[in-house]
């Protein structure tokens, strides 16, 4: 797993996994993280990723504001 460790909850995240058939990302908020899996908040909801499928994973920047 690449750099979730240092990442601080509350910071917004994409992180990369492995599922069925490929890979997928969860990207918003990380909510909480534990020795077995992260949880991060997405616009669908929390989703909870297990640590041992993760493949990459980094902070980044705020969305964009929405233009009127």
Do not use: N, Q
Not at 29 to 51: E, F, S, W
């Amino acid at each position: 797993m690449s750099g979730l460790p240092d990442v601080p909850v509350g910071t917004r995240v994409v992180v990369r996994y492995r599922i069925e058939g490929g890979f997928t990302d969860a990207l918003g908020t990380l909510l909480a993280r534990d020795a077995t899996t992260c949880t991060v908040d997405t616009k669908r909801g929390p989703v909870v990723v297990p640590l041992d499928a993760v493949v990459a994973a980094k902070p980044v920047p705020p969305p964009p504001e929405r233009r009127h």
